[in-house]
């Protein structure tokens, strides 16, 4: 891509880029925000050196990318509610030395996010950012054919229980219920695949029995981490980074102990997630309990209707399954490999969108 109004240079080939020869505190055109845009839609998160941003300047780059969130965890700058203050006095981790996505717990996590550093210590307290597009791309072909079938839940209070948050942090729980997204989704902007779950708020595959999907997450938990996916990022003061929240993770390294380190941010352009590879109809139902998954014995008349699983709505408290076809003794007269494939297959007959069958038998 060429750019009249800024210089881009690449950190490699796949992320990240250092930007120059633009005063952000003076944007004299829409141009120039355009031109910022791309290079962030191109390079997933980019860098800037020696920008002492005003708040206004902070809030107008943020504006560039759209409408911008009050973030209710951190501190804001008085008279910015819009600029959160993240600080750390060096005594304990701060919890973001973790790879994740911001926010991902929300129904329309933001799509960007920009930092700028205010107070860094003498050594340390750099961030990693990795590409979840080439994340992606970079695995076998089955497992990723799989993932595109996989939906996972994202929860705030499962996150915080298990870092240890009580008393007012736990506070935000009541307003962020659990919400579930494709563990792949479509790139809003250049709509590339990039994976979609992450090590802080993903808790579990919704469509994936849990004594599988649980080492499935950790399996791309870990291979997310590979450096050839990373660039890592050496913060000087007024230093500023823009992420695309959708298309990376980041990880910031608490290696300061006893240094304080404090941050600007505006995170925006809250942005609902999609994924146009797989069509809605063909979504299998959520498997919730692998232990009380039932057998065909028990699918009958008295078990609910099955609902279909909607990617995008709170997880349902309970498994809903679909019933029987075959009664009990003609279940028992089979041996257990022969239940088992019936199983299966009344398995993969209840993921099946009948409604969409019926109207094409209808056409023929
Ligand atoms: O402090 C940093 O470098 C990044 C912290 C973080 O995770 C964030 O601002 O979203
Ligand atoms: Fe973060």
Known sequence: MNFRHIEVARMTPTIGAVISGVDLNAVKSPAVYEEIRNALWENKVIFFRKQPLTPQAHAALGRAFGEMEKHEFFPHVEGHPEIQTIANTGNKSPDTDRWHADCTFREKPNAVSILRAVEIPPSGGDTLWACMNTAYEALDGPMKK?????????????????????GEARQLDAGNPPYIHPAVINHPVTGKLCLFVNSIWTK????????????????????????????????????????????????????YAGQARRMHRVTCEPTKVRLDARPEASRPAPIEHFGERPTMMMMDARLPAPKPAVRGEAPRSQAQRGSGMLDDTRMQLLSEPERRAVIAVFDAISSLDLGDIARRSANV
């Open 146 to 166: 799989m993932l595109l079938e996989l939906d996972a839940e994202h929860d705030i209070s499962y996150a915080f229980r298990r870092m240890g948050y009580t």
């Open 204 to 255: 579990r595959f919704t469509n994936l029995v849990d004594r599988y999907g649980e080492n499935l997450l950790r399996l791309l938990n870990e291979w997310i981490m590979k450096p050839d996916f990373q660039v890592r990022f050496r913060w000087e003061q007024d230093s500023v980074a823009i992420w695309d929240n959708m298309a990376t993770q980041h990880y910031a390294v608490f290696d």
